[in-house]
């Protein structure tokens, strides 16, 4: 609803009350979502959401030229989503499994507890996401006809999800099960496992020559570090 695709006439109409108008401040607007939802699972109650409206997305909303930022918008909820499946939920997993392996490298043990568990540190991470969505976007779209600046508030915002993710991981550790003589042990594996994750994430995801100035500048880091 906030960012109708306009290229498509069966895509979801803008609200009335989400029109904008010509003597609206260039900032302060907010737009506020409600909706009260029925039912007896966890989705049941009266949520809300107030998300700002900065100059250059209201110039957009505007203009109803709202497609490019539908799409950036699309790809960060799926970057977020592969994030979270990808990084966030096996480190968890691991924590609460006390990160046993195998020769083969395998996982040796990931009941059904566990991953239950490790599932809720992913829903977690989610809603941290979501907090400072729209402001971490709002970065992208006023500079999204720079290409490569755009791409480095992306990488930024990668960062970002890496430290998110590092917060929900760390909790996991302090609430998983796990035998003092073997906690150090875990807290090494998990942090191993969360690092692999996220730099193969980036692999796939940053533009290369980030990806490589990023990987230079821990490398210095760790050097200096020793």
């Given at each position: 609803?906030?960012?109708?695709?306009?290229?498509?006439?069966?895509?979801?109409?803008v609200?009335?009350?989400?029109?904008?108008?010509?003597?609206d401040?260039?900032?302060?607007?907010?737009?506020?979502?409600?909706?009260?939802?029925?039912?007896?699972?966890?989705?049941?109650?009266?949520?809300?959401?107030?998300?700002?409206?900065?100059?250059?997305?209201?110039?957009?909303l505007?203009?109803?030229?709202?497609?490019?930022?539908?799409?950036l918008?699309?790809?960060r909820?799926e970057?977020?989503?592969?994030?979270?499946?990808?990084?966030?939920?096996p480190?968890?997993?691991?924590?609460?499994?006390?990160?046993?392996?195998?020769?083969?490298?395998?996982?040796?043990?990931?009941?059904?507890?566990?991953?239950?568990?490790?599932?809720r540190?992913?829903?977690?991470?989610?809603?941290?996401?979501?907090?400072?969505?729209?402001t971490a976007?709002?970065?992208?779209?006023?500079?999204?006809?720079?290409t490569?600046?755009?791409?480095k508030?992306r990488?930024?915002?990668?960062l970002?999800?890496?430290?998110?993710?590092?917060?929900?991981?760390e909790?996991?550790?302090?609430?998983?099960?796990?035998?003092?003589?073997r906690?150090?042990?875990?807290?090494?594996?998990?942090?191993?496992?969360?690092?692999?994750?996220?730099v193969?994430?980036?692999?796939?995801?940053?533009?290369?020559?980030?990806?490589?100035?990023?990987r230079e500048?821990?490398?210095?880091?760790?050097?200096?570090?020793?």
């Open positions: 609803l906030l960012f109708p695709k306009s290229s498509d006439p069966d895509a979801a109409r609200p009335l009350l989400q029109e904008t108008a010509a003597d401040p260039d900032s302060g607007l907010e737009v506020v979502a409600r909706v009260l939802v029925r039912g007896q699972g966890k989705t049941e109650g009266w949520f809300e959401r107030r998300i700002p409206i900065s100059r250059t997305l209201r110039h957009l505007r203009s109803r030229k709202t497609d490019p930022v539908a799409a918008a699309a790809r909820v970057d977020a989503g592969e994030f979270a499946r990808r990084v966030v939920f480190a968890a997993l691991a924590a609460f499994t006390g990160a046993p392996r195998t020769e083969a490298g395998e996982r040796a043990r990931d009941d059904d507890g566990a991953k239950a568990r490790a599932g540190e992913r829903t977690l991470f989610d809603t941290l996401v979501d907090e400072t969505f729209f976007l709002d970065r992208e779209i006023e500079v999204m006809d720079d490569a600046a755009a791409e508030v990488f930024d915002w990668y970002d999800l890496r430290d998110l993710g590092r917060r929900v991981v909790r996991a550790l302090v609430d998983a099960p796990d035998a003092a003589a906690r150090w042990r875990t807290r090494v594996r998990v942090a191993d496992l969360y690092t692999g994750c996220f193969r994430f980036l692999d796939e995801r940053a533009a290369p020559d980030l990806v490589a100035a990023w500048r821990q490398d210095r880091e760790q050097e200096e570090d020793a």
